[in-house]
């Protein structure tokens, strides 16, 4: 009862410390992973909206030739990736529609949120897919969580899904803890591994990744971002949701005329 009383204080005066992380913007990294450099990829970026996509995909005739990938982080001046300190409480979320054409082989797109290591960072994914129909968590020291084993979700390519991630250290044992979030139903708070390697900062965002198939050229996919929220409100940089309406329809007519 103690515990969960402390937990549930961190929690309300999270917001105490959700202040200090200057966020006002995110930064794009484009081609994390480019194993298809002469796919046709872009990015529209209209706060609080982002929309990453990536089209014949079907690989350059040079290894590796498995995916690209194309990311994105919160940022408080748009070109830097900010690194947030351990220390401070946060609560990352958004609207996300992962569109695959085909379905298979596989499209993904949710959470990447990189933590300093001693050797640089490592990473976790929270994350949809077009072909497992997964909603799940993994990648260390990141705990994994599958919403489809724990909660009968399932995700089809052109749903919206609302993803959320609250980070926090709990009072009651001083361990740094993680709440996924999935159409309004909560993971339990669950431990990251090996915090002692932890260097201090965490880095919150998004990513789209396509995987090749080799020999079609209309393999391709598409990732919207919706109001993307920062501690409940929106990452303010001016923006016209509408314009990534359009976008993501237009991928998806053009699809169909296909």
């Given at each position: 009862m103690v515990k969960k009383l402390l937990l549930l204080t961190v929690l309300s005066l999270g917001l105490v410390t959700w202040a200090n992380a200057q966020v006002g913007n995110v930064?794009?990294?484009?081609?994390?992973?480019?194993?298809?450099?002469d796919s046709i990829s872009s990015h529209i970026k209209a706060l609080p909206a982002v929309l990453l996509t990536d089209n014949k995909v079907d690989g350059d005739g040079a290894a590796p030739d498995w995916a690209n990938r194309h990311a994105w982080f919160v940022s408080s001046d748009g070109v830097n990736p900010l690194q947030v300190p351990l220390s401070e409480s946060w609560k990352?979320?958004?609207?996300?529609?992962?569109?695959?054409?085909?379905?298979s082989p596989r499209k993904e797109a949710g959470?990447?949120?990189?933590i300093g290591m001693p050797?640089?960072?490592?990473?976790?994914?929270?994350?949809?897919?077009t072909d497992a129909h997964e909603v799940v968590a993994f990648g260390w020291p990141f705990p994994f969580y599958s919403f489809n084993a724990n909660h009968g979700l399932s995700?089809?390519?052109?749903?919206?899904?609302?993803?959320?991630?609250?980070?926090?250290?709990?009072?009651?044992?001083?361990?740094?803890?993680?709440?996924?979030?999935?159409?309004g139903i909560d993971s339990p708070a669950l431990t990251l591994d090996a915090q002692s390697q932890f260097t201090g900062w965490i880095t919150p965002g998004g990513y789209l990744q396509v995987q090749i198939m080799a020999?079609?050229?209309t393999n391709g996919g598409a990732a919207l971002f919706n109001t993307i929220l920062w501690n409940g409100a929106p990452v303010p940089e001016p923006a016209s949701v509408a314009v990534l309406g359009l976008g993501v329809a237009a991928l998806v007519l053009r699809r169909r005329k296909k």
């Open positions: 930064v794009i990294l484009d081609r994390v992973f480019n194993d298809d450099t990352l979320e958004f609207d996300l529609t992962l569109i695959g054409s085909p379905i959470f990447l949120i990189r050797w640089g960072y490592s990473e976790g994914q929270f994350i949809v897919n995700y089809n390519s052109g749903d919206t899904i609302h993803l959320g991630v609250q980070f926090f250290q709990d009072p009651s044992d001083n361990l740094y803890k993680v709440i996924y979030s999935a159409n020999g079609n050229p």
